[in-house]
């Protein structure tokens, strides 16, 4: 079934007549869920369904930003708590193995809860490259300052998302490392010369460009387009994230509704579009912008739904694994930084 080339949030707990309404009619690829959408297991995997249903797409994309550490949509009482990056970063530097294993694991584990609630989509991995002086709203989310050593632990993370029947998102491409603000409220402009973006921020892209789906990021890279950020700048698109990083999977905005980016949410919607980002991504859940994002946004069709298909036939059934026994060998890694991380 031909959707819509945007993912969207809900309200809610629950689906309002005007959501289900909205949905029927507009035909999203696929849904986001967000704190407020989570209360108990039950009501989140009968959310999931729900969505499912009005869409009339068993199928349908569901995803959530599950990382561990401050992102971590499910949390207690009725879900784990996971480490941040930094702490597979820091492991990684005692012994490389460990790091990665325990990446890996984190990660497995994440999948395990997520595919319980029929959640098939995390946002996640992360390859962003922070440098002193940046805005904290990546900070200890990220895998490290070394391309290659966030490279190989977000491809760790990767491989225990797949392993559990979960697709992965790579976030922020081509780097949201350098932000010196937070684009949730402000667009922040990177000014470093494009040698040396390739040599650090989009070089820890390059490895995971086979990955199946990626999220751009708001920020403007003056050295190659100083009028636009690269989710709605054509040159970052084709030249960067197409060529210089190689990556050819399903491409998603960030969050269009953030304030980093300019004008109406039906101007940010089409400048999304005609930029070449495949879907556009909606989060906060309030109708009237979902209904301008969806007046704005076209069917998928061509290279776009070909690389949604491509993405989508992607994730692969779980492999059968022991949880207990993960989640006590994930805790004895931890272990080795001491109690403080335990």
């Given at each position: ?16 007549a005007?959501?289900?309404a ?30 499912r ?9 569901v ?30 530097d ?7 294993q ?44 070394e ?73 403007v ?7 636009h ?75 776009a ?38």
């Amino acid at each position: 079934m031909t959707r819509r080339a945007f993912i969207t949030g809900v309200a809610g707990l629950t689906l309002s007549a005007d959501e289900q309404a909205f949905i029927r009619a507009a035909q999203p690829f696929g849904f986001i869920l967000f704190k407020r959408n989570v209360e108990t297991p039950a009501q989140v995997a009968a959310l999931v369904q729900e969505l499912r249903n009005v869409a009339g797409s068993p199928d349908a994309p569901v995803l959530i930003d599950q990382e561990g550490g401050r992102v971590q949509r499910l949390g207690p009482p009725h879900w784990p708590v996971y480490p941040p990056g930094e702490v597979f970063s820091q492991l990684y530097d005692i012994d490389s193995a460990v790091g990665l294993q325990a990446a890996r694991l984190s990660a497995r584990l994440i999948a395990d809860d997520l595919l319980q609630l029929g959640i098939t989509v995390d946002c996640l991995p992360l390859a962003d490259v922070p440098v002193p002086g940046a805005d904290a709203v990546i900070g200890n989310r990220a895998y490290g300052t070394e391309p290659a050593k966030v490279a190989a632990i977000a491809r760790a993370v990767t491989d225990g998302l797949e392993q559990g029947g979960v697709l992965p998102v790579l976030k922020h491409i081509p780097g949201h490392g350098r932000a010196t603000a937070d684009t949730h409220f402000q667009l922040p402009t990177v000014d470093t010369p494009e040698s040396e973006l390739e040599a650090t921020d989009f070089a820890a892209f390059r490895p995971l460009a086979d990955l199946p789906m990626a999220m751009t990021a708001h920020v403007v890279f003056s050295a190659i387009d100083a009028a636009h950020p690269a989710t709605t700048s054509a040159t970052m698109i084709s030249r960067v994230i197409r060529g210089e990083i190689g990556f050819q999977g399903l491409l998603m905005s960030d969050d269009v509704s953030m304030n980093a980016l300019a004008g109406s949410i039906a101007d940010r919607t089409r400048a999304i579009t005609a930029a070449g980002c495949d879907i556009v991504l909606h989060c906060n859940g309030k109708l009237d912008e979902m209904q301008a994002v969806a007046a704005e946004t076209p069917m998928l069709s061509g290279g776009a739904l070909a690389r949604a298909d491509r993405a989508l036939a992607a994730r692969r059934a779980p492999v059968a694994f022991d949880r207990a026994a993960a989640r006590a060998e994930l805790d004895a890694l931890i272990n080795r930084l001491g109690p403080a991380n335990a």
